[in-house]
């Protein structure tokens, strides 16, 4: 995840539709961050037992357990994505 040597592109199911503001985006981050940690504290499902397909196919199917471990890696791989733009040449334009 955290190799950027490589772009990748979003599955279209899974590319941002709409115009969102800034804090309109934030508010619907916290709040799924919020229902995640609420699911990942209470929950007593068996997490090795459920699985779902990545829509990179690079990482094959997950299960819920090593979902809740992506989900940071892939928030961090966007931090990086904005470090890394914020610190190009002519930014902002």
Known sequence: MRNRDRKSQAP???VPKGNFTRAQVMSRYEEGRAKTLQFI??????????AAEHPFPVFNTLTAYQ???YIPLHN???DLQ???VKAAAGYPK
């Open 12 to 14: 279209e199911p899974i």
């Open 41 to 50: 504290r209470e929950t007593d499902l068996p997490l090795h037992e459920y």
């Open 67 to 69: 979902w809740v471990r």
């Open 76 to 78: 961090f791989r966007h």
């Open 82 to 84: 904005i470090a890394e």
